[in-house]
């Protein structure tokens, strides 16, 4: 459904102010815990966005489809490594402020404020919807008249009003923007510091399926993010910001990488070259990498690339800029094993430094490492020891047997033939000569001091190829 700012629902409830209560006090019973606030989906957007309602003083049902989600929900605890998140969960537990419900329905029933935060991935190159539609069925069976539905995951344009009001609409019996609200409020949060993000870090976007709906958003979400709310004209308006902010993203990242390829193949040091051009207050370089990983920035281009095709616009440049990135761990390890004997390449003890997708996080969805692991097998590189500090994989191990996952990282860069540098984890900046020995090492996230390294026995993204 929808509306053009001219528009009117005729007979409609949220536009009869007879029948309407205010936002500014539905906010208040929100905050005096007279309204209760459900999140669906306690991960990565829902665990911070929980907490940062709990630390407002809201009281807070928390749903997830996991078990053992559920289970340390219960005990005050989450499985997130984000800071915050637990202390605002056992506090919640322990004043009766943060409620865990093992029926999504009964949340629904229970909630005025429905929010979903399930994960929007990536299937065939389009938006995975699956798990917004399972919530969306819960929620539409306890929907009530004048209840409020918010959408939070990165999704493509047109997905609240042509996917999600027709399944709220179909099982509740129900219209949206007429009998309960619905909102879009995507969430913009950075992994380890998500809380920071939300309370004090940017204002909120906010849209609605008409006026009231988004004066409601205004007003509510105004409880949790300090800095303020941002209103959008429409919902689609405000799906497509979000995917906005991650292609300007990863379109300025492939701009980076292929100037470091150009840098290598001149002599030049991209590195400096980048801080330099980026004195000037126009000029805003991303960093080049080893690959693109989470479940963010390589999966936004997608919608958008996907929304493109299907009406027929051709998105150029993030599609160009998506075959640069995707390409970087198969550049990098070409690169990476010049540093090795051509003879001895299938017997290489190799050693990646990092498994989570970014440095300072546990997060390993679409790490590049993933893709490293992959090229080396096709080579026949079986000996292979991946370091993280933060990171595991239980079923990459299980898979191949001669693959060792370690936190010890004298024991991973130990006797080896290659080490490679495929995350940004703080725990290796100080790596040195002294610790790599005559192990070539290839920096793919340009963390390393070059100086601390013999010539011979560094690379890396951005360094001169001059010598190889």
């Known amino acids: ?67 053992k989600v559920m289970e340390n929900a219960k005990k005050g605890l989450t499985h997130i490594p984000e800071p915050g998140v637990n202390e605002a969960f056992s506090e919640g537990i322990k004043n009766g ?37 399972e919530v969306a069925l819960s929620i539409s069976r306890g929907l009530k008249p004048h209840d409020i539905v ?3 995951p990165t999704v493509p344009p047109l997905t609240t009003e042509k996917f999600l009001i027709p399944i709220l609409e179909k099982t509740s019996k129900l219209k949206a923007g007429k009998d309960f609200s619905v909102v879009y409020n995507p969430e913009r949060i950075y992994e380890g510091r998500a ?116 009406n027929k616009v051709d998105c150029k440049i993030t599609k160009t800029s998506r075959a640069i990135n995707d390409n970087m761990p198969n ?5 990476a094993l010049k540093m090795i004997s051509k003879k001895d390449v299938k017997k290489a003890r190799v050693t990646i430094l990092g498994l989570s997708f970014r440095g300072g996080v546990s997060d390993t969805r679409l790490s590049p490492t993933y893709n490293l692991v992959k090229k080396l097998l096709q080579l026949k590189i079986t000996n292979i020891i991946i370091h993280d500090p933060m990171s595991n994989d239980e079923s990459l191990v299980a898979k191949n047997k001669t693959i060792k996952i370690t936190n010890d990282l004298e024991f991973s860069i130990k006797n080896r033939d290659l080490i490679i540098l495929a995350t940004d984890h703080r725990e290796y900046s100080d790596l040195s000569k002294e610790k790599t020995g005559k192990t070539p090492i290839y920096d793919g996230r340009g963390l390393l001091n070059q100086s601390s390294f013999d010539a011979a026995l560094f690379k890396g993204i951005g360094r001169s190829l001059v010598g190889y």
Not at 111 to 130: Q, R
Not at 331 to 335: D, I, V
């Open 1 to 67: 459904m929808t509306l053009l700012k001219d528009e009117k629902i005729e007979e409609s409830l949220l536009n009869d102010s007879s029948t309407l209560e205010s936002p500014e006090s539905v906010t208040k019973k929100i905050l005096a815990g007279e309204y209760l606030v459900a999140v669906y989906g306690l991960g990565h957007v829902g665990a911070p966005i929980a907490s940062s309602w709990l630390r407002s003083g809201v009281t807070v049902i928390g749903i997830d489809k996991s078990q």
């Open 97 to 133: 402020k943060f409620l865990v419900y093992d029926d999504p329905i009964k949340a629904s029933v229970d909630s005025k404020l429905k929010m979903i935060c399930v994960p929007v991935l990536i299937k065939n190159k389009a938006a995975d919807l699956g798990a917004v539609k």
């Open 150 to 152: 918010s959408l939070h």
């Open 195 to 310: 809380i920071y993000d939300i309370e004090e870090g940017h204002p909120g976007i906010v849209a609605g399926l008409e006026k009231h709906s988004l004066e409601l958003a205004e007003s509510i979400f105004s409880l949790i993010f300090k800095k303020g709310v941002i209103g959008i004209s429409s919902i689609k308006a405000a799906e497509a910001e979000k995917l906005f902010e991650g292609v300007y993203r990863d379109v300025n990242i492939a701009l980076a990488n292929e100037l470091s390829i150009l840098c290598e193949k001149l002599g030049i040091d991209f590195w400096e070259t980048k801080n330099a051009a980026n004195s000037q207050p126009f000029c805003h370089i991303h960093n080049p990498g080893i690959g693109v990983g989470g479940a963010c920035i390589p999966v936004y281009p997608q919608f958008i690339l996907d929304v493109a095709t299907k």
């Open 331 to 335: 550049y990098a390890l070409s690169k």
